[in-house]
């Protein structure tokens, strides 16, 4: 009777969940092609960003997985078309992270010099930076893992090391046995079991979707 509730219980947040994602994917393509004409809602962009880092402040990378309208989009429609392989090492280290922020703080930075403080020339900018980031993206998502790109998204960074500690799932080191189910199943390639004597996941990477608890057929992981 457990185990049916627990199925129910999941089939219902997925649909729910579905519903959600397949809505931020509206607005999302709303602010790219709509944003081709009319620049100024490009500006968009920095309600995902400012309420990314807000929202990390109490639960960590929450709004990646659950509001972000780019993880949306990836989840949603690139995961159909991805190999699925393994994010190469390179990608998921410190330094492609720092030079993808990097990256994008000088470009924004030199869109706000240039636009002059015209509001119509800077959210051109953005919605360019916003195209070019999203091919990357869809690229990246077919190549290896959908949310490929989520691992390099510098506002995903600055979330996950603000939030690092905020918001974990909680993983019992006595009911693990070691499976590993919970690895292989985050789209973000969090090494969950490495954090099991610790007893919190607590990983820049970790967007809270609770793929790990889901898989876990041990009951060892929760939400903290």
């Given at each position: 009777?457990?185990?049916?509730?627990?199925?129910?219980?999941?089939?219902?947040?997925?649909?729910?969940?579905?519903?959600?994602?397949?809505?931020?994917?509206?607005?999302?393509?709303?602010?790219?092609?709509?944003?081709?004409?009319?620049?100024?809602?490009?500006?968009?962009?920095?309600?995902?960003?400012?309420?990314?880092?807000?929202?990390?402040?109490?639960?960590?990378?929450?709004?990646?997985?659950?509001?972000?309208?780019?993880?949306?989009?990836?989840?949603?429609?690139?995961?159909?078309?991805?190999?699925n392989k393994n994010i190469p090492a390179v990608l998921?280290?410190?330094?492609?992270?720092?030079?993808?922020?990097?990256?994008?703080?000088?470009?924004?930075?030199?869109?706000?010099?240039?636009?002059?403080?015209?509001?119509?020339?800077?959210?051109?900018?953005?919605?360019?930076?916003?195209?070019?980031?999203?091919?990357?993206?869809?690229?990246?998502?077919?190549?290896?893992?959908?949310?490929?790109?989520?691992?390099?998204?510098?506002?995903?960074?600055?979330?996950?090391?603000?939030?690092?500690?905020?918001?974990?799932?909680?993983?019992?080191?006595?009911?693990?046995?070691?499976?590993?189910?919970?690895?292989?199943?985050?789209?973000?390639?969090?090494?969950?079991?490495?954090?099991?004597?610790?007893?919190?996941?607590?990983?820049?990477?970790?967007?809270?979707?609770?793929?790990?608890?889901?898989?876990?057929?041990?009951?060892?992981?929760?939400?903290?």
């Amino acid at each position: 009777m457990e185990v049916l509730e627990r199925k129910n219980e999941k089939r219902l947040k997925m649909d729910k969940s579905h519903i959600a994602k397949i809505f931020l994917t509206f607005v999302f393509f709303g602010v790219l092609i709509g944003g081709l004409f009319y620049p100024k809602v490009g500006l968009f962009a920095f309600v995902c960003m400012i309420g990314s880092v807000l929202l990390s402040l109490y639960k960590g990378r929450y709004w990646c997985y659950r509001f972000c309208p780019r993880g949306a989009f990836l989840d949603e429609f690139v995961a159909k078309a991805s190999f699925n392989k393994n994010i190469p090492a390179v990608l998921k280290s410190k330094v492609a992270k720092a030079f993808m922020l990097t990256f994008f703080v000088v470009m924004m930075s030199a869109n706000a010099i240039l636009s002059g403080g015209d509001l119509e020339r800077f959210g051109k900018g953005v919605v360019m930076l916003l195209w070019v980031t999203t091919l990357i993206a869809i690229i990246l998502g077919i190549l290896f893992r959908a949310r490929t790109w989520c691992v390099l998204c510098p506002m995903g960074t600055v979330s996950g090391v603000v939030g690092k500690k905020r918001g974990t799932l909680k993983i019992d080191a006595q009911k693990c046995v070691s499976c590993k189910l919970c690895n292989k199943n985050c789209p973000m390639e969090v090494e969950v079991c490495y954090f099991k004597e610790n007893g919190n996941i607590e990983s820049v990477n970790c967007i809270k979707c609770e793929s790990c608890k889901v898989v876990c057929p041990k009951n060892a992981i929760e939400i903290a």
